[in-house]
C-alpha cells in the first residue's frame, strides 16, 4: 500500500477539478484531514486506502490523463 499514490491523486484531481484537498478528501471518505496525516507520515487502514483508491478510479475526469506510475484498477461496474 503506497500512500503516496493518494497524495498525488487527490493534488491531480484538486488542482484539475480546483478543489481543495480538504473537500476531496471529505468527498472521499468523510474525513477532511485523511490527506494532511497522509502528509505528516501517518497511515491510514487498508480499507481506507482502497475506498479512496476506488473514488478516484470511478470519479477520474476523462479529460485528465491518470498518472502513469499510479496503477488505475478498473472502474465498478453500475447495479441495474
Known sequence: ?????????????????????????????SNARLFDRLRAGKGCTVSTYNTALRWFADNWPEDLEWPSDIP?????????
Open 72 to 80: 488505475r484498477p478498473p472502474k465498478q461496474k453500475e447495479v441495474a
Open 1 to 29: 500500500m503506497e500512500t503516496n499514490a493518494l497524495l498525488i491523486l487527490a493534488q491531480t484531481y484538486g488542482a484539475h477539478a480546483r478543489r481543495s484537498e480538504a473537500t476531496i478528501s471529505n468527498q472521499v471518505t
